[in-house]
C-alpha cells in the first residue's frame, strides 16, 4: 500500500470512529450513513417524515422559505401548488440531492437526512419515482422487478444469481400489488405509459421503501390507467409512507386525505381538499387560475 493510501485509510477509520461515537451519543443527530439499518426508522411519535423551518436560495432566489411540514407514518399526502412553488426543490432535499441552506430534515425521530448523501437516504428507506417512469425496456417485467431487488446492479451478474423461494414469492406478490401479474414476461418497452409507471413503482418497492415520493404519477395517463392508479396508491397508504406531487385535481380527490398546498417556498394551506378547494388564498394563486 502506498503511504498516500494508508494515510487515507487511517484518515477514513478515524471519521468511522468519530461517527460512531457521535451515533452512539444520543440525541437526535445520529444520522450518518453506515449506521442506519434499512426499514428501521423510529416513528413512535407518529411522523415518519419530519421537515422543519427549511429554507433554500438559488443565486439569492428562495425556492423554499422556511417549510415546515410533517408527514405521519402510513399517511398519504398530496402535495399541489402553482409552477415554481418548490414542489420539486422539497423532493430534492428530503432526498439529498439539494442541500438547504437552513432548517432540519428528519426521517423518523432519529434520521437526519441532511447529513446523508442521497445513496444512504434511498438505503435508509426513501424511494422517489420521477415523472417519466425509466424502466430497462429490453428485460422482461420479471427481470425488471428481480434487478431492482439486487443490490449488485450490474445486469448480468444480478440476472444470472438465482433467485430463493421468497425472492420469488417477493417478485410475485409485487406483480400483484401492481396488477401486471399477466405480463411478467413481456419487454418492459412493450408495455402501455401506464403499465410502465406501475412497474417503476414496483420496483421502488422492491427496495423495502418506507417512504415513497412520487412526482406527478398520472401525468399523461388515460382515465382507466389513472383510476387503476388511485387504486394502486391507495392499497399502498398504511403499508407505506406517500408524498405525491400532482397537478390533477380529480386524482387527488380520488386519493382522499389532506392535501398541502405550497405556494412561494412555503405552506399556504393543509387540510382535506374540499377545505383547501374552498380556501380563498388557494383560489387566487392556483386553482382559480
Ligand atoms: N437549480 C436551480 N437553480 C436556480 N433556480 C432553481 C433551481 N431549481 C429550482 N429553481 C427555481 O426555484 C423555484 C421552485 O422550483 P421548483 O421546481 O421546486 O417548483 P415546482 O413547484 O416543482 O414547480 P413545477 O410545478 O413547475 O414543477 C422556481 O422558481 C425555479 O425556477
Not at 115 to 143: M, N, Y
Not at 196 to 213: A, C, D, H, N, T
Not at 235 to 257: N, P, Q, T, W
Request: contains cysteine; proline residues 4%.
Amino acid at each position: 500500500m502506498t503511504p498516500d493510501l494508508m494515510e487515507a485509510g487511517a484518515a477514513t477509520r478515524a471519521r468511522h470512529v468519530e461517527r460512531q461515537q457521535a451515533g452512539s451519543s444520543g440525541g437526535r443527530s445520529a444520522g450518518y450513513g453506515h449506521l442506519v439499518q434499512p426499514g428501521v426508522v423510529d416513528v413512535s411519535h407518529g411522523p415518519i417524515l419530519y421537515l422543519e423551518d427549511i429554507s433554500v436560495s438559488f443565486d439569492g432566489f428562495r425556492a423554499l422559505n422556511q417549510l415546515s411540514l410533517a408527514i405521519d407514518d402510513g399517511e398519504l399526502r398530496c402535495i399541489i401548488g402553482p409552477n415554481g412553488a418548490g414542489k420539486t426543490t422539497m423532493m430534492d432535499v428530503i432526498t439529498g440531492k439539494t442541500r438547504p441552506d437552513r432548517g432540519s430534515c428528519f426521517f423518523g425521530q432519529t434520521i437526519d437526512l441532511t447529513r446523508l448523501s442521497e445513496p444512504e437516504i434511498a438505503h435508509a428507506g426513501i424511494g422517489r419515482k420521477f415523472q417519466k417512469p425509466t424502466v430497462f425496456e429490453p428485460l422482461s417485467v420479471f427481470e425488471n422487478l428481480e434487478l431492482a431487488m439486487k443490490t449488485d446492479k450490474r445486469v448480468a451478474a444480478a440476472l444470472r444469481a438465482r433467485l430463493g423461494s421468497a425472492e420469488l414469492d417477493r417478485i410475485a406478490a409485487t406483480l400483484e400489488r401492481i396488477g401486471l401479474q399477466g405480463s411478467a414476461d413481456r419487454p418492459a418497452g412493450l408495455l402501455s405509459h401506464g403499465q410502465k409507471q406501475w412497474l417503476e413503482i414496483g420496483m421502488l418497492l422492491m427496495q423495502e421503501p418506507r417512504l415513497l415520493l412520487l412526482d406527478e404519477p398520472v401525468a399523461g395517463m388515460t382515465d382507466a390507467e389513472t383510476a387503476k392508479s388511485a387504486e394502486l396508491f391507495a392499497s399502498l397508504k398504511g403499508d407505506y409512507s406517500l408524498v405525491v406531487v400532482e397537478h390533477d385535481m380529480d386524482f387527488v380527490a380520488a386519493l382522499g386525505g389532506k392535501v398541502t398546498v405550497l405556494h412561494e417556498g412555503s405552506v399556504l394551506a393543509e387540510g382535506p381538499l374540499a377545505s383547501v378547494q374552498a380556501d380563498p388564498r388557494v383560489i387566487e394563486v392556483y386553482l382559480g387560475r
